[in-house]
T-cell receptor, first 116, second 112 residues
């Protein structure tokens, strides 16, 4: 079974530029998550989709970050304009949500962003 | 107070040692709990779920204390390959769905 696919793996941009990350979850997984992981910290949830609806985006900096999941399958996370503090790994995860007790998250390898 | 708190460590132990990590959470309505493992520059992967009665998987034992709002992970007979960061995950459950919240992780280094 194919895992969660993310691209690009690495991206270097200058501040104030824009960047987009793409994620294709495991087939059949209804729930998709975008996490931001800064070096030395745990993953921080940016946005969670259930099919193509947003479950939670309370920690998404909406003045610069946007995400969409059209057709309830793959998703794109965009940052515009980027700031130095956005340097992080952006992890996409998906889960086959059955119950609250069994929703294992399957992560992609992540997209590592460096903002100069 | 952070929603999920962990001691970042590092915990530096010799092979064969027993080591324990704790994680505290602030939302008493949280319903489910997990430990994930993250190797250096890799993505997190599920290690084990944490059940109310406690559960064991080989050398790993997880416990939940709802009254004190903490979960623990015990690793017996540590191996070099156990060196990694261990992430505590707590599911908030507003409105019927669940939102996985991660702690910052505890770093474990097992040396020969």
């Amino acid at each position: 079974e194919a895992g969660v696919a993310q691209s690009p793996r690495y991206k270097i941009i200058e501040k104030r530029q824009s960047v987009a990350f793409w994620c294709n979850p495991i087939s059949g997984h209804a729930t998709l998550y975008w996490y931001q992981q800064i070096l030395g910290q745990g993953p921080k949830l940016l946005i969670q989709f259930q099919n193509n609806g947003v479950v939670d985006d309370s920690q998404l900096p909406k003045d610069r970050f946007s995400a969409e999941r059209l057709k309830g399958v793959d998703s794109t996370l965009k940052i515009q304009p980027a700031k130095l503090e956005d340097s992080a790994v952006y992890l996409c995860a998906s889960s086959l949500e059955r119950t609250v007790y069994t929703g294992e998250l399957f992560f992609g390898e992540g997209s590592r962003l460096t903002v100069l | 107070r952070k929603e999920v708190e962990q001691d970042p460590g590092p915990f530096n132990v010799p092979e064969g040692a027993t080591v324990a990590f704790n994680c505290t959470y602030s939302n008493s309505a949280s319903q489910s709990f997990f430990w994930y493992r993250q190797d250096c520059r890799k993505e997190p992967k599920l290690l084990m779920s944490v059940y109310s009665s406690g559960n064991e998987d080989g050398r790993f034992t997880a416990q939940l204390n709802r009254a004190s709002q903490y979960i623990s992970l015990l690793i017996r007979d540590s191996k070099l390959s156990d060196s990694a960061t261990y992430l505590c995950v707590v599911n908030k459950t507003p409105g019927g769905s669940y939102i996985p919240t991660f702690g910052r992780g505890t770093s474990l280094i097992v040396h020969p």
